[in-house]
């Protein structure tokens, strides 16, 4: 049986994007008015790049289970502190935001959270 945390209790917003080098599943935070970016290491996440870039605009997921990358130490699974690396992946950190960590691939550097 396969496990599959996609699209549970997932709520997107549609942001304009200030970085054009965004991509999908990247970790981005509050930059402004409506807006996103990949923001500064240490930033806490307001979501993950869902896709669909247009004119500047794309849907993020504020809420819900989404796989990300993350960068130095792998988070544990469990409820970890979480906060942007500012290279589209989030990283433990103390005073983060409270994440839910369903799952962890240590190999390819992918965790999935619940925002």
Same mark, same amino acid.
């Given at each position: 049986?396969?496990? /599959?945390?996609?699209?549970?209790?997932?709520?997107? @917003?549609?942001?304009?994007?200030?970085?054009? !080098?965004?991509? !999908?599943?990247? +970790?981005?935070?509050? =930059?402004?008015? +409506?807006?996103?970016?990949?923001?500064?290491?240490?930033?806490? !996440?307001?979501?993950?790049?869902?896709?669909?870039?247009? @004119?500047? @605009?794309?849907?993020v997921?504020?809420?819900?289970?989404?796989? =990300?990358?993350?960068?130095?130490?792998? !988070?544990?699974?469990?409820?970890?502190?979480?906060? /942007?690396?500012? *290279?589209?992946?989030? *990283?433990?950190?103390?005073?983060? +935001?409270?994440?839910?960590?369903?799952?962890?691939?240590e190999?390819?550097?992918?965790?999935?959270? *619940?925002?």
């Amino acid at each position: 049986m396969d496990i /599959c945390f996609e699209g549970v209790g997932q709520v997107a @917003a549609t942001f304009e994007l200030e970085d054009d !080098p965004i991509q !999908p599943g990247m +970790a981005v935070t509050l =930059t402004g008015n +409506a807006t996103v970016g990949l923001g500064d290491d240490g930033d806490l !996440p307001c979501g993950v790049l869902l896709g669909g870039v247009r @004119a500047g @605009a794309a849907a993020v997921q504020i809420g819900g289970a989404v796989e =990300t990358g993350f960068s130095g130490t792998a !988070p544990e699974v469990g409820w970890q502190e979480l906060a /942007c690396d500012g *290279k589209g992946g989030v *990283k433990v950190a103390a005073g983060g +935001a409270k994440c839910l960590v369903l799952a962890v691939d240590e190999e390819e550097s992918t965790a999935v959270i *619940k925002l």
